[in-house]
């Protein structure tokens, strides 16, 4: 697993260390359709033990605040005085090989579902995308290719987007909200990752 911004074709790093324990879960969706969790092989890079036509991952780095002395990887309640702070946790859906079972949502967390094989489409096609949090449709939230906002989501939680260049395809999207232990994290930031090839 490799958490970065490979083929996103801008300067940065293309893949960032993390540490292992960052990897809280991950699942596979089988050539059967089954769904079963990973056993998780946990050194730097993480190593996914099985074959899956999907694979679901789920990390964090944990709590962050903004400081006087900068931002640091801490809880609110774990610095002297912070202007904001927040719980971050990201997922990454890699699709692999298509099958029925992927048009709906495999988790309850935020996740990017489509509906159609997107492995046959081709440069210049469209791929709609729905948003989905806890198994149900989120309007209004940003989607992007590549890290490049190409709209908000729709009262269905829907959005279509053009595929600009063959290979690797990234989409993404997040949602801000209040976290729930106050005195930990002012909000919690969640963000969503979905990966597949084109030809």
């Given amino acids: ?25 991950a699942q596979c969706l089988d050539h059967q359709g089954r769904l079963s969790a ?26 962050w605040s903004k400081t006087p ?37 495999l988790s309850q967390e935020l996740e990017l579902v489509t509906h159609e094989n997107p492995l ?7 791929v709609r995308l729905t948003v989905y949090d806890h198994g149900k449709p989120v309007s209004n ?10 709209g908000v989501t729709d009262e269905q939680g829907q959005i279509n987007i053009r595929i600009q260049q063959a290979g690797l395809q990234l989409f993404q999207t997040s949602k801000t909200e209040a976290y729930q232990d106050s005195s930990r994290a002012n909000n919690w930031i969640r963000s969503a990752r979905l990966q597949l090839w084109i030809p």
């Fill in 1 to 25: 697993m490799n958490y970065g911004h490979s083929g996103a074709g801008h300067g940065g790093e293309s893949v960032i260390p993390y540490a292992p324990a960052s990897v809280l879960s």
């Fill in 38 to 63: 990973i056993q998780l092989l946990l050194h730097y890079p993480v190593l996914l033990t099985n074959q899956c036509d999907v694979v679901l991952v789920n990390f964090s780095t944990g709590f």
């Fill in 120 to 126: 046959v489409l081709g440069v210049g096609d469209k």
């Fill in 141 to 150: 939230l940003v989607v992007a290719y590549f890290g490049v906002p190409r």
């Fill in 69 to 105: 002395q900068g931002t640091v990887n801490k809880a609110k309640n774990e610095v002297g005085a912070s202007y904001d702070s927040w719980l971050s946790q990201e997922s990454l859906k890699r699709l692999l090989v298509w099958q029925t079972a992927m048009s709906a949502p």
